[in-house]
């Protein structure tokens, strides 16, 4: 496999890395939030005294914009897929993140093997480019690989325009070349991001995915409770998150995975739930669906 470079542009030759570019609209949040800024400037030339409110007007109108890059599962930035659409009938998405991990995604392909699930890895360029087998691995078995960025940084919600799409750019030249298929799903770290998101997203034919519950399975020390808040009210459509990297260890250094995904799999079988992909699951030849706000306000 020949080094891939990290930073640069996709050349010409390389265009089929990036998918169909989507039409970017702001949303209300954005619309009103610029509309704020634009409006407390003219006050203040107009009327000096009035800065303090002008100011203060600003001020609110960002905060919501912060906080909601704050909250993964909002859609108030952009179109944000937290669960599938109606037409995957009784179908649920698994999507593991942070991998691929030349010990326990090895391991986890077993399991969903031995269950007939299929899942979606949101994988880091980087970690993929130190471990191609692995990629090679998840697409024979019949996954997904989709986009979880370069180099998986913290500050990934802080970067302006062109550093976001130099980051996820590089990551989807890594994992194109690695897999031989185009993620067309993103997955920010932590699913932390700003407002400049979206359009880069929309540049490049991404999706914005987050989900629909989550078991905190990086933080926890207990498989089985990991596995009841994955499983707390799941239903058809809904999309759940686990991680292969930076996976958690019960107390004896076993990853949690590896004894969640058995009991999840199971209990999805036993309510009549079939697994899928988001490719699989997702109609994505324009523009994703906004879906309904009681989607996106459903508790983890």
Known sequence: ??????????????????????????????????ALHVGAVAAIAAYPASWPWAAAGAA??????????????????????????????????????DGP?????PRVLDVLDRHGARATFFCIGETARRHPRLIEAIVARGHAVENHSQRHQLLFSLRGPRS????IEAAQRTLTEISGVRPLFFRPPAGL??????????????????????GFDTRARDARQVARC??????????????????????????LILDVLPIVL??????????????????VGGDMPVFPPADALRPE
């Open 164 to 167: 976001l799409r130099r980051e």
């Open 230 to 255: 994955l499983l707390r009210g799941l239903s058809a459509r809904d999309i759940l998150l686990l991680h292969d990297g930076n996976a958690g260890r019960d107390a004896n250094g076993r990853p």
């Open 60 to 97: 609110a109108s960002h905060a919501a914009v912060v906080a909601s890059g704050l909250w993964p599962r909002s859609g108030l930035l952009g179109p944000n897929l937290t669960r599938l659409p109606a037409s995957a009938g009784n179908q649920v998405a698994l999507t593991i993140d």
């Open 1 to 34: 496999m020949n080094p891939i470079a990290s930073e640069a542009p996709l050349p010409p030759a390389q265009a089929g890395l990036a998918g169909a570019v989507r039409h970017w609209k702001p949303t209300p949040l954005i619309t009103g939030a610029a």
């Open 193 to 214: 991001r700003n407002p400049f998101l979206e359009p880069v997203l929309c540049a490049l034919g991404l999706h914005l995915a987050s989900w629909t519950r989550r």
């Open 266 to 283: 199971q209990a999805a079988q036993q309510a009549g739930l079939r697994w899928t992909t988001l490719r699989a699951a997702v109609p």
């Open 101 to 105: 991990d030349p010990e326990i995604t």
